[in-house]
């Protein structure tokens, strides 16, 4: 997924604490992960 995928996934969930951009790069890494 994009970044703006990931954001627009994760929008409604999450709050702006500061957690929002690991989250996101944890996200990244995981389907690079998965996507071998």
Known sequence: PTRADI???LDKHL???GAHE???RA???AAQALAG
Request: one cysteine or more.
């Open 22 to 24: 690991r989250i996101i």
């Open 7 to 9: 954001c627009a996934a």
């Open 15 to 17: 709050c702006r604490c």
């Open 27 to 29: 996200v990244q890494r």
